[in-house]
T-cell receptor
Framework: DTGVSQDPRHKITKRGQNVTFRCDPI?????LYWYRQTLGQGPEFLTY????????KSRLLSDRFSAERPKGSFSTLEIQRTEQGDSAMYLC?????????????FGQGTRLTVV | LAKTTQPISMDSYEGQEVNITCSHN???????ITWYQQFPSQGPRFIIQ???TKVTNEVASLFIPADRKSSTLSLPRVSLSDTAVYYC?????????FGAGTTVTVRA
């Protein structure tokens, strides 16, 4: 399967713990995005990388959220000191930077439950 | 980012054509109109994208009038497996803004 891969698919954690999610994009894609989705809502944009550069992070929900893409390939999203309100599906997507292309390929997401 | 408005839900039957209209009154000159489909517990999947007039692919058609203030996604001859949430987006770059989408339910 050469699509976007996310790991883990499910994560249950206790409030206050740190969690890290991994995303492996489609290999030739230079853009990588993170979204968050809560029940009944559409995905909410969090942050964006072009290669290894994080070009947009203003939408990260608080300073407890951080993302990296160290070598321009896979990316990680970390949430520190998790809260119950962080429970959601975290989606990763990738695309090729081609003009006004808005076709992004999404992974199946990581479902986080904070108890 | 231009705001979009689409119906919350639509019901249909197998074999029928489903048309979902999306309003985007504040669309900018360089914005494209893109539709995504999402099944439960999966990430959204790109369906179709257009700028003006009509675009057709193997899955759907997209109709965009001359003023571009609305667009209609047409799904021909739907099946049970087309039951999903459909999102209309207006964007010209990476920052895709999803609304709540339209839940389409196809019944036998």
């Amino acid at each position: 399967d050469t699509g976007v891969s996310q790991d883990p698919r499910h994560k249950i954690t206790k409030r206050g713990q740190n969690v890290t999610f991994r995303c492996d994009p489609i290999s030739e894609h230079n853009r990588l995005y993170w979204y968050r989705q809560t029940l009944g809502q559409g995905p909410e944009f969090l942050t964006y990388f072009q290669n290894e550069a994080q070009l947009e992070k203003s939408r990260l929900l608080s300073d407890r959220f951080s993302a990296e893409r160290p070598k321009g390939s896979f990316s990680t999203l970390e949430i520190q000191r998790t809260e119950q309100g962080d429970s959601a599906m975290y989606l990763c997507a990738s695309s090729l930077a081609q003009g006004l292309n808005t076709e992004a390929f999404f992974g199946q997401g990581t479902r986080l439950t904070v108890v | 980012l231009a705001k979009t408005t689409q119906p919350i839900s639509m019901d249909s039957y197998e074999g029928q054509e489903v048309n979902i209209t999306c309003s985007h009154n504040n669309i900018a000159t360089n914005d494209y109109i893109t539709w995504y489909q999402q099944f439960p517990s999966q990430g959204p999947r790109f369906i179709i994208q257009g700028y003006k007039t009509k675009v057709t692919n193997e899955v759907a058609s997209l109709f965009i009038p001359a003023d571009r203030k609305s667009s209609t996604l047409s799904l021909p001859r739907v099946s049970l497996s087309d039951t999903a949430v459909y999102y209309c987006l207006v964007a010209n770059d990476y920052k895709l803004s999803f609304g709540a989408g339209t839940t389409v339910t196809v019944r036998a």
